[in-house]
């Protein structure tokens, strides 16, 4: 064999290379032993150690095995386990091939139990014992021990341990052999010794004598030792290390804390007192010793980076020192190590002045240390595999890795000479180590334990490390901080340095507990390491000067802490929500809410934050008025991928106690919680050794009050604030993170730091108008992803929601409208990949060509209008080409092959519009699909249930239908927004059956939450069956022109404008925008045409036009009211259109005037001054019969419906008062009040001694929004009545009444009374003038009435109060409107009309009933109600209409029921089936005791004699309680019955005791129904219940009698029930 020549010698991280070939074919240990001259084979050990050093070991001898044997397990290990190292799924228990296990709790019960070792050893039949380092390592009495029972020990003997490893006993041999020594408590000791040779005398060993006179006995002998030697000092255990049992004390006022401390790390352990050398640097050498007195240097360790003396990094070689100093120091090494027969593997550290170049003896480790792969690194020798061999007999020089190491060949017998350090090769490389601990940088590297959730540690070729947990690993408290080491080795120092550097940035570890990787990374990058000016003091001062490591920016930071606490609190409540859904419990869905309210304290500044989910995976972060999006991804192992501002951020968290940890990016930031510093809790495990303060003593800020400890680790717990201590643990108590240790009552309370709040917004933030970007088709991509999200649940924050909802749905339909669109979703880029880049090699070339020619064809037609994109031609393509196919099989595979290309070409084959519908009716599908649920279901657990059942007990999918559910008001919003978008585009129309379809679906929610999105369905399925306003105002604007067209002819049209006076359908919001028509003529004709309608209640007996010095068009009138009472208010309109009916009339229904004559002779006046009044004027009186006359007389009027009211008598034919009226239209207020003093003085003549009678009706012209809100309108109108009512009583002003009219919408209206001073009559507001007394307020007679506000004007709203003082009780709401049908030109409404109008106001009229019912300013009211009056005539059947009514009134049962709704009215104008006529049909609703609904039907019928009008069951109809009753009688108040039964259901929360009958008599009909189903042939029951109440006579007999409900008084009620069951 060739000696092996060192330029080919290979850095190996685990002694024998790999790639060596075991020429020696050896197989076994027992063949190894033979082979190289060994004592006895060892194939069995037990590992007295846990954590690293137990992996360590077993990972370096696997290694060295399978390199030498071929077999990795060729060694078999035994490991002792506690309970706590299996709890934290410790990683060498998993290593091992058999373990023990052990008692648990502090190391003196297992790993450091010399005796229980032994004995296991003994049990497992092991042939060696390798303890590590820590616990028994150092304990001279295990070697002894186990020699005594014939198993070898992989260290030292015995007799070496107790003269080197202990640290008392090492410093006397050094001084003893001359090596220098720091000044110490024994530094006068020395004891005579000789070198043993070859082991062949006694070792070397100090007297117990002179080893006690190095020893401190106590308290008292170490002050004195330490004042002797001179402060600062060190206070050491001999048995210490690893950081444990050491102090600095530069003081004496803490000497006696310290060296309590340092008693209670290592119990037992002799002490001795040790002068602190300042700025030295902490080297070490090495060694490696035989049993046969043969001992070499492996190089040296600088270890100088140290916390609290324990070692953080370490490097090797040792190149602070010159290699002249650095061999003397080797030298001393060995001598020592001879000098006691040392045997195994051992430290020899010094501390070396580097301004000196000299060296002082500091102790000797009888041990491998931790940082021991430093060595094999530089050297190539596997260590533990050494102390293996060396364990079994054979000699350094035959050992492989050592004869490597001085370039012989591997497996030779040369002797080779260790004592001439020259002829040893230089060490190869530098290694640089880091030590990974569970500790916490920022709080002095206080310890701490617990899980780990993940760790990933990158090796390569020049970075390795090991661990002793594992990703669900952990660290109890009674194991080692020290978890891991990472080594970096380089071919300089700055390479390693780098090496690392890269390796601990992407070290990633997610546990419970703070690590050191990122302040190594720190400390690596400091100036003073990179230029290797560092000492063992380098680190402390760092620590006390504050350095942290690198933190992220505060507001990335904030950000990302904040987004992954709010993602993970809502993770966590969404898991429970579904846990317990699988446990059939049904949770709060305010669980599930995507929104969180954080307060971060970060670096002293308190941030308020609003975190939102707005969509599954982003969050909008609100800040101070300011917020951003960012993009959240959880990865699978528990981190988050943050995206913001386009970086990326992975984070994880860990939320402790005080604290919440978040590591952003592999850097670690703590969020501090608001804490209260009178409350002292525990950060971690421990236990409790003692208070050092009296319970009850005074302490300051910063003061020690408890010694605890934690990881093995014997730390103090300061308090933060000052005030008196009181101590709520028992020392000795094991406490977990979060018990109260002590409380303290504060001196100061309001001195405590609070930190301070942070003020500003985010340096870049978001705008809530930013939308989507970039090409269409990626922008359209993300539009509808938003939207999306909106309908399930992810609404954006107030206040941004709506305009960012308003901006994405006009981007929308701006993207939807390009004409590129379909183009580029075809041939454009998604991700960067063409659409039909992803077909190519999967659809044929011909069909790929043909494509692209229709897209280049249609790309070049863009700019022609008729360009439509190529749907059909592109499909056509496809199927040409499917024809030219042989067999089914190709033709099936292209087919699919094409599908991604049909769906595009579907979506734009009815071009652009009908895409936007499609886009919309998926939204509004996504609605639907959840609404519907929940809509249908009578609670919320029989929709979870519904739910479960359709997601087959999916509990996730039924959370997010929930979620969704809960933010309905989002989602309303969304979809009225959507509905109105497309609707005032005109991209619905009636033909869409799909969108029909969606509308009814839409429409049929009947819960109070859908009731503004059925509203607006319902409106919009009206509107599309009617004409729209322009078509409507185009019509009225050809009636007006028709009647002027022969003006310049001198012929006119008049009657044509009959038209519009007599219309049963509703106009004003057309009509008052002719008040301002350009044609002064039309103004003119629009003027008298409203107030021919708005008066035509009364007798109008002169109209004249007049125009203001202005040029405003005015009409004046006069009218007085009819000169009989009427008990038909209605009278006119029914005999009118009797007579309609059969001959055309031209009469007005102002009675006494013929309008527009066509047979009398026109007046010819100039043609500018002509207007149709002076022809009405001047037309001479049209006699009408008797009959007709007397109905036109006694129409009621509009203004005086309070005296109707009142019961006040009309006045007789002998004093009729004649009224003046006065009408204008205004652009402006502005204009009103220059023309006003013009416009009283056309009231000077007509004056009146009793009482005002005239009245002025001023339009105005107000197109502005801000002129929409009626408060403010009220307020504008308020002023001015208030400002001019001086200049309105000399006239004799009656009212003033405001028309404020806006293009496209109902005027509303202000009426101001003289009997009120001017102010608002606020029961009239926004009373359509026509239409006041079908509102019927003569019904309201018994009761005091309030009018209500509301923001439906069409709508009118009462709260009324019983004006009898005895029923005071009685409060309840009136809601009451008309229904007119908007369309000019039809005569009569269709069903389908009248239902959904009629459904879409009873939702108005529940919408604002709503509003007031839980307005604090009306008492609890009860019985409220509702009545509707349809004007049309519709063809119908009343008696089969009652049933669709009922089911209309069923589906709002609910909500009618929690507003008290106790009875609705609704009035119609019915023409039957195959009848000409028409009449008063009214069905009455009622619902008295909320468990059975009636319906009656009557029919309005006038008595011929009397003229009364009364009520008359419809024929057909069930008969009803209003039978036979006047239809003016007013509403009755609550009676008794309904009293008690309204106190029961509200107050007590129970059923009405006769209630209980019609309980009955409900369930009974409904089981008689339900048996019909199934049963049609069988006779059903007309009455299946009959109860008769049962009474005590005043014999005190019960006897039968029939009595109303109510009369009881005894505490029993008892019926005799007859029932009649299926």
Same mark, same amino acid.
């Given at each position: ?252 006022e803490d000497f006696a804390s310290s060296y309590r401390q340092v008693l209670a790390e290592v119990p037992g352990s002799p002490i001795f007192i040790m002068k602190l050398a300042s700025s030295a640097r902490h ?303 049904? !949770? ?209 924050? !107030? ?117 936007i519908v499609q886009i919309v009716l998926k939204l509004l599908q996504e609605y639907i699909d959840i609404e519907l649920m929940f809509a249908r279901s009578h609670s919320e657990e029989s929709a979870v249930q ?277 009408m204008a239209a205004f652009s402006s207020l502005k204009e009103l009040e220059s023309q006003l003093p013009w416009l009283l003085t056309l009231f000077e003549s007509n004056q009146h001694d009793a009482e005002p ?18 408060? !403010? ?162 063809? !119908? ?186």
């Amino acid at each position: 064999m060739e000696v092996e020549d060192s330029s080919t010698h290979k850095r190996s991280l685990s002694g024998t290379n790999l790639h060596d070939v075991n020429i020696m074919n050896i197989k076994t240990p027992r063949e190894l032993v033979q082979l190289l001259g060994g004592l006895h084979p060892i194939e069995k050990v037990l590992i007295a150690n846990n954590g690293i050093a137990a992996v360590k070991c077993i990972r370096s001898i696997r290694r060295w095995s399978y390199n030498m044997f071929g077999n990795e397990k060729s060694i078999q290990f035994v490991v002792m386990v506690t309970p706590e190292d299996m709890a934290a799924n410790a990683e060498f228990v998993k290593l091992a091939d058999q373990h023990v296990d052990v008692p648990g709790g502090t190391n003196n019960h297992n790993y450091a139990n010399v005796e229980l070792i032994v004995e296991i050893a003994r049990q497992q039949e092991v042939q060696a014992v390798w303890a590590g380092w820590g616990h028994a390592s150092e304990n001279p009495k295990l070697p002894e021990m186990l020699a005594a029972a014939n198993i070898i020990f992989m260290g030292p003997p015995g007799h070496a341990m107790r003269s080197l490893g202990d640290k008392i006993s090492s410093s006397i041999v050094a001084q003893s052999a001359n090596v220098p020594t720091l000044p110490w408590s024994g530094s006068h000791l020395k004891v005579d010794c000789g070198i043993p040779q070859g082991g062949s005398c006694d070792p070397f060993q100090v007297p117990v004598d002179i080893y006690k006179q190095g020893c401190i006995q106590d308290l008292e002998s170490g002050l004195a030792a330490a004042r002797s030697i001179g402060f600062p000092v060190m206070i050491k255990a001999s048995e210490g290390g690893g950081g444990k049992g050491i102090r600095k004390c530069t003081k004496e006022e803490d000497f006696a804390s310290s060296y309590r401390q340092v008693l209670a790390e290592v119990p037992g352990s002799p002490i001795f007192i040790m002068k602190l050398a300042s700025s030295a640097r902490h080297l070490e050498v090495q060694v490696l010793a035989d049993v046969y007195g043969n001992c070499i240097s492996l190089y040296g360790r600088d270890c100088s980076v140290q916390r609290r003396h324990q070692k953080i990094i370490e490097e090797a070689p040792a190149n602070i020192a010159t290699m002249s100093v650095f061999q003397e120091m080797e030298a001393a090494a060995i001598r020592l190590s001879r000098l006691v027969g040392y045997v195994s593997t051992g430290t020899i550290e010094y501390l070396y002045d580097v301004k000196t170049s000299t060296f002082s003896f500091l102790e000797l480790n009888p041990r491998l240390q931790v940082e021991h792969p430093c060595s094999e690194m530089i050297c190539g020798v596997n260590l533990p595999a050494c102390q293996l061999q060396v364990a079994m007999g054979i000699p350094l020089h035959r050992i492989p890795d050592i004869r490597s190491m001085y370039c012989k060949e591997k497996f030779g017998k040369t002797p080779i000479d260790f004592e001439d350090l020259s002829c040893r090769p230089p060490p190869r490389g530098h290694v640089v180590a880091c030590r990974i601990t569970a500790e916490n940088p920022d709080e002095g590297f206080k310890p701490s334990g617990g899980t780990v959730q993940e760790l990933n540690f990158r090796s390569s070729v020049d970075v390795w490390g090991y661990f002793s947990v594992s990703a669900t690993g952990g660290l109890h408290e009674f194991a080692d901080s020290q978890f891991g080491h990472c080594f970096a080795w380089g071919p300089t120092r700055d390479d390693a340095r780098h090496a690392m550097v890269v390796a601990l940035k992407e070290l990633s570890i997610r546990a419970d507990f703070r690590t050191t990787a990122e302040y190594l990374v720190k400390l690596l990058e400091h100036t003073q390491f990179r230029d290797n000016n560092i000492s063992t003091e380098w680190l402390d001062g760092l620590i006390v000067s504050k350095v942290q490591a690198e933190r992220p920016d505060p507001i990335v930071a904030v950000t990302c802490g904040a987004v992954h606490i709010a993602d993970s609190e809502i993770a966590k409540a969404t898991r429970e929500f579904c846990a317990a859904l699988t446990r059939g419990q049904i !949770m709060s869905p305010e669980m599930l809410k995507k929104v969180r309210n954080l307060e971060l304290i970060y670096d002293n500044f308190k941030y308020k934050l609003s975190v939102v989910g707005i969509a599954p995976t982003k969050y909008a972060v609100i800040l101070n008025n300011s917020f951003i999006e960012v993009d959240v991804r959880r990865l699978t192992d528990g981190s988050s991928l943050v995206r913001f501002n386009g970086e990326s951020y992975v984070t994880y968290m860990k939320e402790d106690i005080t604290h919440f940890r978040i590591v952003v990016g592999g850097r670690t930031c703590i969020f501090e919680k608001e804490n209260d510093p009178s409350i002292c809790h525990t950060t971690s495990t421990g236990k409790l050794l003692g208070y050092l303060v009296p319970d009850g003593a005074h302490v300051q800020a910063g003061d020690p009050v408890a010694e605890v400890e934690v990881m093995k680790m014997v730390t103090q717990f300061t308090v933060e604030a000052s005030g008196t201590v009181k101590h709520e643990m028992v020392p000795g108590h094991n406490f977990r993170a979060g018990e109260v240790l002590v409380t303290i009552t504060l001196d100061d309370p309001t001195q405590v730091k609070r930190p301070l709040l942070f003020t500003q917004t985010f340096p870049n933030p978001s705008s809530a108008q930013c939308v989507p970007g970039g090409k269409p088709h990626h922008a359209l991509r993300e539009i509808v992803n938003h939207l999306s999200a909106i309908m399930q649940g992810y609404a954006f924050p !107030m206040p941004y929601f709506r305009t960012r909802l308003i901006s994405l749905v006009d981007k929308l339909f701006e993207v939807c409208m390009n004409r590129r669109l379909p183009l580029l979703e075809m041939r454009g880029k998604t991700f960067n990949i063409h659409l039909l880049a992803t077909l190519a090699g999967r659809i044929p070339q011909e069909i790929e060509l043909g494509i692209q020619d229709q897209l280049q064809f249609y790309e070049k037609s863009l700019s022609s209008m008729l360009c439509r994109f190529p749907a059909q031609k592109i499909d056509a393509v496809i199927y040409d080409h499917l024809q030219t196919l042989p067999h089914h099989s190709e033709q099936d595979a292209v087919f699919k092959a094409c599908q991604d290309i049909f769906l595009k070409t579907k979506a734009f084959s009815a071009g652009e519009r009908a895409h936007i519908v499609q886009i919309v009716l998926k939204l509004l599908q996504e609605y639907i699909d959840i609404e519907l649920m929940f809509a249908r279901s009578h609670s919320e657990e029989s929709a979870v249930q519904f739910l479960l059942n359709k997601h087959s007990n999916d509990c996730q999918a039924v959370a997010n239908a929930m979620f969704s559910h809960s933010q309905l008001d989002s989602k309303n919003v969304l979809v009225k927004i959507l509905l109105e978008k497309v609707f005032d585009k005109r991209l619905f129309s009636k033909d869409q059956g799909d969108v029909s379809f969606l509308l009814k679906e839409l429409a049929n929610l009947g819960s109070s939450s859908h009731s503004s999105v059925a509203l607006v369905a319902r409106k919009i399925l009206m509107k599309m069956h009617l004409p729209s306003y322009e078509r409507r105002k185009n019509n009225m604007e050809c009636i007006f022109l028709e009647a002027m067209e022969d003006s310049f002819a001198g012929t006119y049209a008049p009657e044509r404008l009959e038209r519009i006076v007599n219309s049963q359908t509703a106009v004003f919001d057309v009509l008052t925008g002719f008040f301002y028509h350009s044609s002064e003529t039309i103004q003119q004709a629009a003027l008298e045409v409203y107030v021919r309608r708005s008066y035509v209640a009364y007798t109008l007996t002169d109209i004249t036009h007049r125009r203001s010095p202005s040029g405003c068009v005015v009409i004046q009138f006069a009218f007085h009211i009819p000169t009989k009472s009427a008990q038909d208010p209605e009278g006119l309109y029914r005999e009118v259109h009797r007579q309609e009916s059969g001959m055309r009339s031209r009469s007005s229904s102002s009675g006494s005037v013929k309008i527009f004559d066509m047979e009398s002779p026109p007046v010819l006046t100039p043609i500018r001054n002509r207007s149709p009044t002076t022809l009405l004027n001047a037309a001479p009186s049209f006699s009408i019969g008797d009959e007709l006359a007397s109905a036109l007389k006694s129409v009621v009027s509009i203004d005086d419906l309070q005296q109707l009211e009142r019961e006040a008598e009309r006045p007789s034919a002998g004093n009729i008062v004649m009224r003046l009226g006065v009408m204008a239209a205004f652009s402006s207020l502005k204009e009103l009040e220059s023309q006003l003093p013009w416009l009283l003085t056309l009231f000077e003549s007509n004056q009146h001694d009793a009482e005002p009678i005239n009245v002025l009706n001023v339009a105005l012209c107000m197109e502005s929004d801000e002129f929409q809100d009626d408060e !403010m309108l009220l307020g504008i109108l308020s002023n001015f009545a208030r400002q001019y009512s001086d200049d309105f009583f000399p006239v004799q002003l009656r009212r003033i009444t405001f028309i404020i009219c806006h293009q496209g919408r109902f005027p509303k209206y202000f009426t101001f009374r003289e009997r009120l001073a001017y102010q608002e009559d606020a029961i009239y507001r926004h009373v359509d003038p026509a239409l006041a007394f079908k509102l019927e307020m003569f019904r309201l007679g018994n009761y005091n009435v309030e009018h209500c506000p509301s923001r439906n004007p069409h709508l009118h709203l009462y709260y009324g109060q019983a004006k009898d003082l005895r029923l005071n009780h009685d409060r309840r709401f009136f809601a009451r409107t008309i229904m007119r049908h908007p369309d000019l030109l039809e005569k009569e409404a269709t069903k389908d009309l009248m239902q959904e109008a009629g459904e879409r106001l009873l939702l108005e009229a529940l919408d604002e009933l709503e509003v007031v019912y839980y307005d604090s300013k009306y008492q609890k009211t009860d019985c409220n109600h509702v009545f509707i009056n349809f004007l049309p005539v519709v063809e !119908m059947d009343p008696v089969a209409y009652a049933n669709e009514l009922g089911d209309m009134i069923r589906r709002y049962g609910e909500r009618l029921w929690k507003l008290r709704v106790i009875e609705a009215e609704v009035r119609m104008n019915v023409r039957p089936p195959k009848s000409s006529s028409s009449h008063s049909v009214r069905f009455v609703i009622s619902n008295l005791s909320g468990y059975s609904m009636d319906i009656h039907i009557y029919k309005e019928v006038v008595d011929a004699t009397t003229g009364v009008a009364f009520y008359k069951t419809y024929p057909g109809a069930t008969h009803g309680p209003l039978h036979g009753h006047s239809t003016h009688e007013p509403y009755l108040c609550k009676d008794k019955t309904q009293l008690r039964r309204y106190i029961a259901q509200k107050h007590n929360n129970t059923t009405y005791v006769y209630d209980y009958i019609d309980l009955f008599r409900v369930a009974l009909e409904q089981r008689w129904q339900a048996y019909h189903r199934n049963n049609p042939g069988i006779h059903t029951p007309d009455r299946p219940l009959k109860a008769i109440e049962l009474v005590l006579n005043k014999s005190g007999k019960l006897v039968e009698e029939s009595r109303p409900c109510g009369l009881n008084t005894v505490g029993m009620v008892t019926w005799r029930i007859e029932l009649k069951t299926p």
